[in-house]
């Protein structure tokens, strides 16, 4: 079982959708969770940060850990085509190095 | 000029040329990283630096060489490079080696290897 899982996608909503993403992953050291997005031709930004289990709400993103249940995700509110990235999750225990999900292409349609 | 800022943004080499990649980051940081992005993989870590002291080199082949003079900048040389290798290579960087609070990266260098 890879460490952390997630679906490629693609992935393709209408405007104004409430778009889920999600990873799983199997190791119970991690401790701090990441969303990060990633536009054609950039390098990955880092949009959502979560420690431990619990919510985070930052406009229309919300990110939520369910360390039970060892399953992440990335929720968007009133999708806007500015949206249109690739979604990689991340995730690390405290002295382990950050391991990635193979990213999930989005795409809102306007 | 602020963040992660790598050069060139494209590369096309052949297989028996010598090129260098550049990464310089404007933020401060300790702790720099390479990584390789391939189409339908997670980001595969190369090397990780601190404080200018490599540690660690994830099983990566002798064809690329990885050079960090300073905490701020940040080099990788290729040579001798096979098709297989043509990917998106990202340099990023973090307060500590820790990176306990995410890597700010760079756009990448697009390479090509023919």
């Known amino acids: 079982q890879k460490e952390v899982e997630q679906d490629p996608g693609p992935l393709s909503v209408p405007e104004g959708a409430i778009v889920s993403l999600n990873c799983t992953y199997s190791n119970s050291a991690f401790q701090y969770f990441m969303w990060y997005r990633q536009y054609s031709r950039k390098g990955p930004e880092l949009l959502m940060y979560?420690?431990?289990?619990g919510n985070k709400e930052d406009g229309r993103f919300t990110a939520q850990v369910d360390k039970s249940s060892k399953y992440i995700s990335l929720f968007i509110r009133d999708s806007q085509p500015s949206d249109s990235a690739t979604y990689l999750c991340a995730m690390k225990g405290g002295s382990e190095k950050l391991v990635f999900g193979k990213g999930m292409k989005l795409t809102v349609n306007p | 000029e602020t963040g992660v800022t790598q050069t060139p943004r494209h590369l096309v080499m052949g297989m028996t040329n010598k090129k260098s990649l550049k990464c310089e980051q404007h933020?401060?940081?300790?702790?720099m990283y390479w990584y390789k992005q391939s189409a339908k993989k997670p980001l595969e870590l190369m090397f990780v630096y601190n404080f200018k002291e490599q540690t660690e080199n994830n099983s990566v082949p002798s064809r690329f060489s990885p050079e960090c003079p300073n905490s701020s900048h940040l080099f990788l040389h290729l040579h001798t490079l096979q098709p297989e290798d043509s990917a998106l290579y990202l340099c990023?960087?973090?307060?500590?080696?820790?990176?306990?609070?995410?890597?700010?990266f760079g756009s990448g260098t697009r390479l090509t290897v023919v």
């Open positions: 990023a960087s973090s307060q500590d080696a820790k990176g306990l609070y995410g890597y700010t």
């Open positions: 979560t420690y431990s289990s």
């Open positions: 933020l401060g940081h300790n702790a």
